[in-house]
């Protein structure tokens, strides 16, 4: 790991070889985790209700050894071709074409936008640093506020910045339950953050629910 950006630095990050390339979109296991600002961009660009996309592109994993359960974009299992022994299964996100290239780009999750990008949350606000994980030679600096391509990117990071501190009290708290208030305190977070849509202006109407939520469980 290299760097502490902000997000008007000049990064190497853009290569002309990426589309097609699909590495960083398989084998991710779980990792893909959504946020609410991605929840809702998903709804919004696909048409459907954060209730659909659990039916086969979204699941819901424990993300911490305290029991914070969030959703996560799926992998798919795909055969392909291999030089030994003809065919080789391989996992995939649900969402990756068979060209390679994201179907779902525009509005994909906050964790894809970032690669190949690390955040990190200090006294000074948001930062990212650079976390050598793409092979791709030949990369051309670019402003990481254009990489990341979020309009309104301040009130994203407000966001984002409520949003860590919350998940972090919230773990606390689960630190100290049992399993069965664990699920109920996961169910109502999931029911409040994720599977009710938003309606008018994201950020603002977080910011009600994060409230209530808080005033609710913390």
Same mark, same amino acid.
């Given at each position: @790991?290299?760097?502490? +950006?902000?997000? $008007?630095?000049?990064?190497?990050? #853009?290569?002309?070889? =990426?589309?097609? =390339?699909?590495?960083?979109?398989?084998? @991710?296991?779980?990792?893909?985790?959504?946020? !609410? +600002?991605? #929840?809702?961009?998903?709804?919004?660009?696909?048409?459907?209700? *954060?209730?659909?996309?659990? /039916?086969?592109?979204?699941?819901?994993?424990?993300?911490?050894?305290?029991?914070?359960?969030? !959703?996560?974009?799926?992998?798919?299992?795909?055969?392909?071709? #291999?030089?030994?022994?003809?065919?080789?299964?391989?996992? /995939?996100?649900?969402?990756?074409?068979?060209?390679?290239?994201?179907?779902?780009?525009?509005?994909?999750?906050?964790?894809?936008?970032?690669? !190949?990008?690390? $955040?990190?949350?200090?006294?000074?606000?948001?930062? +990212?640093?650079?976390?050598?994980? =793409?092979?791709?030679?030949?990369?051309?600096?670019?402003?990481?506020?254009?990489?990341?391509?979020? !309009?309104?990117?301040?009130?994203?990071?407000?966001?984002?910045?409520?949003?860590?501190? *919350?998940?972090?009290?919230?773990?606390?708290?689960? #630190? /100290?339950?049992?399993?069965?208030?664990?699920?109920?305190?996961?169910?109502? @977070?999931?029911? @409040?953050?994720?599977?009710?849509?938003?309606?008018?202006?994201?950020?603002?109407? *977080?910011?009600?629910? $994060?409230?209530?939520? /808080?005033?609710?469980?913390?």
């Amino acid at each position: @790991m290299k760097g502490n +950006y902000t997000s $008007r630095d000049l990064v190497r990050l #853009a290569s002309s070889r =990426c589309a097609g =390339c699909g590495d960083c979109c398989r084998n @991710m296991g779980d990792s893909i985790r959504l946020d !609410p +600002y991605d #929840a809702y961009m998903l709804s919004f660009g696909l048409h459907k209700p *954060f209730q659909k996309l659990i /039916e086969n592109e979204v699941g819901f994993s424990v993300a911490n050894e305290q029991g914070l359960v969030l !959703p996560h974009l799926q992998m798919k299992k795909v055969l392909r071709s #291999a030089t030994d022994d003809g065919q080789q299964a391989a996992w /995939e996100c649900t969402f990756l074409g068979a060209d390679g290239k994201c179907r779902i780009h525009s509005v994909r999750p906050g964790v894809c936008r970032l690669f !190949p990008l690390g $955040r990190q949350y200090g006294e000074n606000g948001i930062t +990212y640093f650079d976390l050598e994980a =793409c092979d791709m030679p030949g990369k051309s600096k670019v402003r990481v506020d254009k990489w990341l391509g979020i !309009p309104d990117l301040d009130d994203y990071h407000a966001f984002k910045e409520q949003w860590h501190s *919350f998940c972090k009290r919230l773990s606390q708290r689960l #630190a /100290e339950e049992d399993q069965d208030t664990k699920s109920k305190i996961n169910t109502l @977070m999931l029911h @409040m953050f994720f599977m009710t849509a938003y309606d008018g202006d994201f950020y603002e109407s *977080f910011e009600v629910r $994060r409230k209530q939520v /808080e005033q609710i469980l913390l």
